[in-house]
């Protein structure tokens, strides 16, 4: 018996629910219908899914139209989404742009239902290339969800990255790191297609022989890194870093758009593609267009090329509740310098709460989030390690401190407390190479899928110190990492919350929250706050940037401790 409602329920009942969703978005949803999404949600994990889905796609699709409305005109260009879209009139009121995030979600709906019809030997076929996302860092695909890292990647159809970087691992051992925006396609065990965007290529000893195919010309390593950028008039640079690249016209039959986005036209052996150029270390050419003599020859420019994917976050396990919910963190795994380390809860340095103010007015979401009793010292929620139990809401201000925080309890009304709030390690947390503290923020679906943005500053300011804003966090919404959160109740007070003591000792409410939040996550890097390599800071203070309706709600900060070599040596 199938209870997968996706698979057995009507076209209609996709309609009903994507309707609810719908009303939800432009705010004309009644109170039954809210109670009937909430019941759907709460009962069917699925759902709650594709409601993620939707929301993504719709907040999407707005970005794009703003994206058109601010930015001046452009050519017209041979790039597939643009035609597809057709996004010149950007006066569309916000009802179109929602009918067209439904559109997109049908049309995934019915893009995964004819997958689960494939037949065995389609999906063998399709998954004995062995290309797999080997990573990504902010990373958004239009109208779909990023997979997981070591998942693979379907054959030739198109990838549209909108944000972020993806890292693709090749089973011959060849790797390419795409940034945004770009349109991609994998084309074999050793071929990638490029429309549009940048990649980095590493192709190290049996490799060789990597191709990467553009509108104009096709690319084929020879050993062992370069970089190609294609623009939206189809231009190819190539960047040799190291080693050889040979690029090729590519012949006419070739040069026909596809009218069956799944089918690429036939390749061409090598030896019967004419060579336009054999490219060496430190040596980068453009190529225009099919003609022979549409090429330029380019100063090397080295900052093209990326080695890796950025220090980030890249994941962390947690223990879960009966629906699946994330409640205690386990582990968490963060890139620092180039190498991606996994950390156990339990090695995580605590923090303590010292400081804390919210904005002027009472915040109608409250101040804490946890379970149903207080615990004996609120702020300890924030150092414990469950992720939705948290100290949330502080206040801030948008444009960050330049001089050190004022916390004052009474405090003095000539000397007003700084709104935010101040964390205080249990021990000195040492500036390494990359992330040195993580900070996980509970967040709804309907929120802003990058995470609501925060300052970072110095307790204590000297010369060379400076804040830090962090507007998008390294595992967002989009990312499959960051885990759905159990149930949680939300504490609210009457009055604005001016200190810590009040926040101890205040009158409060409690609220049953269990729809659609997340865990995210970001690092935070010591050294963008002006410490030195080595330093030890004791402590941190963040506000919100009130940069919208938003408020930034903090669940966990954990500073990152180094590491103990084969040596015995001390490493970040």
């Known amino acids: 018996m199938n209870s997968n409602p996706r698979k057995n329920g009507s076209h209609d009942s996709e309609l009903s629910f994507v309707e609810l969703v719908v009303r939800y978005q432009d705010g004309t949803l009644t109170p039954e219908g809210q109670a009937a999404l909430e019941a759907e949600l709460t009962a069917n994990p699925d759902r709650l899914q594709e409601f993620a889905e939707l929301q993504m796609q719709s907040t999407m699709v707005h970005g794009l139209f703003q994206q058109q409305a601010f930015e ?67 990373a958004t ?31 011959t051992g060849a790797s390419a790191i795409i940034e945004s925006p770009a349109v991609f396609r994998i084309l074999d065990r050793e071929g990638l297609a490029l429309d ?53 016209r ?54 093209m090329y990326r080695r890796r994917l950025p220090d980030r976050v890249v994941g962390y396990e947690a223990t879960t509740d009966a629906r699946g919910g994330a409640l205690s963190l386990l582990e968490v795994t963060v890139q620092r310098g180039g190498v991606p380390i996994t950390y156990a809860a339990d ?43 948290g100290v949330i809401n502080p206040g ?29 390690f249990a021990s000195p947390v040492v500036n390494g190479p990359g992330p040195d503290v993580v900070f996980f923020e509970l967040q709804s679906l309907t929120n802003p899928p990058g995470g609501d943005t925060f300052h970072v500053s110095p307790l204590v300011f000297r010369s060379g110190l400076q804040s830090m804003t962090v507007d998008m966090y390294d595992l967002t919404i989009a990312s499959p990492e960051a ?26 409410t409690r609220t049953h929250v269990r729809l659609g939040f997340r865990g995210l996550a970001v690092g935070i890097d010591l050294s963008e706050l002006g410490y030195a390599e080595g330093e030890q800071v004791d402590g941190l203070f963040f506000q919100d940037a009130d940069d919208d309706t938003h408020r930034v709600d903090p669940v966990f900060i954990g500073g990152l401790p180094g590491k103990t070599g084969p040596a015995g040596k001390q490493e970040n």
């Open 72 to 138: 001046p005109p452009r050519p017209a260009t041979t790039n597939r989404l643009s035609r597809r879209l057709n996004l010149n009139a950007w006066g569309w009121p916000v009802a179109t742009m929602l009918l067209l995030g439904w559109g997109l979600w049908l049309y995934s709906v019915e893009q995964r239902q004819f997958a689960e019809k494939a037949t065995p030997q389609d999906n063998a076929t399709a998954s004995s290339h062995g290309v797999r996302l080997a990573g990504s860092s902010q």
């Open 141 to 171: 695909l239009f109208g779909e969800l990023v997979p997981r890292n070591n998942a693979l990647l379907e054959l030739r159809r198109d990838y549209v990255l909108t944000g972020g970087l993806v890292e693709l691992s090749f089973p």
């Open 250 to 303: 590519k012949s006419p039959e070739q040069l026909q758009p596809r009218v069956n986005v799944s089918v690429e036209p036939e390749n061409k052996p090598i030896e019967e593609l004419p060579l336009e150029v054999r490219l060496a270390d430190r040596e980068a050419r453009r190529f225009v267009g099919a003609e022979s003599n549409g090429t330029k020859t380019l100063p090397f420019a080295p900052g």
């Open 483 to 508: 885990l759905p959160l159990g149930g949680f109740y939300l504490y609210r007070f009457d009055s604005p919350v001016d200190s810590p003591t009040i926040l101890e000792s205040l009158n409060c």
């Open 396 to 424: 801030g201000q948008q444009a960050p401190l330049t001089t050190d925080p004022v916390m004052q309890t009474p405090e003095d009304p000539l000397h007003p407390g700084t709104p935010g709030m101040a964390v205080q």
């Open 196 to 248: 549009t965007g940048r990649c980095s290529v590493h192709a190290p000893d049996g490799a060789e022989g990597f191709r990467l195919e553009t509108p104009f010309n096709r690319v084929v390593d020879r050993g062992t890194r370069f970089s190609v950028s294609v623009s939206e008039n189809s231009e190819t640079e190539v960047q040799v870093i190291e080693g050889l690249a040979d690029v090729y």
């Open 347 to 389: 090695e995580l340095i605590p923090v303590t709460l010292t400081w804390f103010k919210s904005f002027d007015a009472a915040d109608p979401n409250g101040h804490l989030t946890g379970g149903a009793e207080l615990p004996a010292h609120r702020g300890d929620w924030l150092s414990d390690r469950l992720l939705n139990t």
